[in-house]
């Protein structure tokens, strides 16, 4: 996968950054189909060979979209919370926090390649890459309930993933936040309350 993470210098790492903030942008203001290798280019100020010397396909600058929304937002801040939290429970209630303050940050670029994944190949890799990353936070934190003698009794531990993943789910953060005009903190405590209620015996 292409990744900003080994750039030769600074200025090769800022043009890498301005190309990948060019891609953010198109797909939030005009949507995935007007992502092209020569749109993305135009909008960064940089050449179409530019381009390329980074990213050798749109499959590749999709791919490595996926790390610069990670660093951009910095999403290894915001799970931590979840990965020392004390216990499962608390992990769970770090998981809401997630959902309600981390989730809203990249949704518009996210829902627009889930929404494409359907017919778009690149965007289809690289939805399948965030869903398995999410689905695997999502198990850790359930494995880590039944390891505690935790987890409610009607669940195994593959529905309680699944069932956690869906109440994380954009839909449900995309409801509350932009049609019911909730707060992030009225959205991270009451999903918090729900995750309790549903999972912790």
């Given at each position: 996968?292409?990744s900003?993470e080994?750039?030769?210098n600074a200025?090769?790492?800022?043009?890498?950054q301005?190309?990948?903030?060019a891609?953010?942008e198109?797909?939030e203001q005009?949507g995935?189909?007007?992502v092209?290798?020569?749109a993305?280019?135009?909008r960064a100020?940089v050449s179409?060979?530019a381009?390329?010397?980074?990213?050798?396909s749109?499959?590749e600058?999709?791919?490595?979209?996926?790390d610069?929304l990670?660093?951009?937002?910095d999403?290894d801040a915001?799970?931590?919370?979840m990965?020392?939290?004390?216990?499962?429970?608390a992990?769970l209630?770090a998981r809401a926090?997630?959902v309600?303050g981390?989730?809203?940050?990249?949704?518009?670029?996210?829902?627009?390649?889930?929404?494409a994944?359907r017919?778009?190949?690149?965007?289809?890799?690289h939805?399948?890459?965030?869903?398995?990353?999410r689905?695997?936070?999502?198990?850790?934190?359930i494995?880590?309930?039944?390891?505690?003698?935790?987890l409610?009794?009607?669940w195994?531990?593959?529905t309680?993933?699944?069932?956690?993943?869906a109440?994380?789910?954009?839909d449900v953060?995309?409801i509350?936040?932009?049609?019911?005009?909730w707060?992030?903190?009225?959205?991270a405590?009451?999903?918090?309350a729900?995750?309790r209620q549903v999972?912790?015996v």
């Amino acid at each position: 996968m292409a990744s900003i993470e080994t750039p030769r210098n600074a200025r090769s790492r800022r043009t890498a950054q301005a190309l990948l903030k060019a891609a953010r942008e198109l797909i939030e203001q005009e949507g995935l189909a007007e992502v092209t290798m020569a749109a993305v280019a135009e909008r960064a100020g940089v050449s179409r060979r530019a381009i390329y010397l980074h990213f050798a396909s749109r499959g590749e600058l999709l791919a490595a979209l996926y790390d610069y929304l990670n660093e951009v937002e910095d999403r290894d801040a915001a799970f931590l919370p979840m990965w020392e939290a004390a216990d499962g429970v608390a992990a769970l209630d770090a998981r809401a926090q997630v959902v309600a303050g981390f989730i809203p940050r990249i949704m518009p670029t996210a829902r627009a390649l889930q929404q494409a994944a359907r017919h778009d190949p690149d965007a289809a890799r690289h939805w399948e890459l965030a869903s398995r990353v999410r689905y695997e936070g999502c198990r850790q934190i359930i494995e880590r309930l039944a390891g505690e003698g935790r987890l409610a009794p009607r669940w195994t531990t593959t529905t309680a993933t699944d069932m956690l993943v869906a109440l994380s789910s954009f839909d449900v953060v995309g409801i509350l936040l932009n049609e019911r005009d909730w707060t992030e903190a009225e959205l991270a405590d009451h999903l918090a309350a729900v995750f309790r209620q549903v999972f912790v015996v």
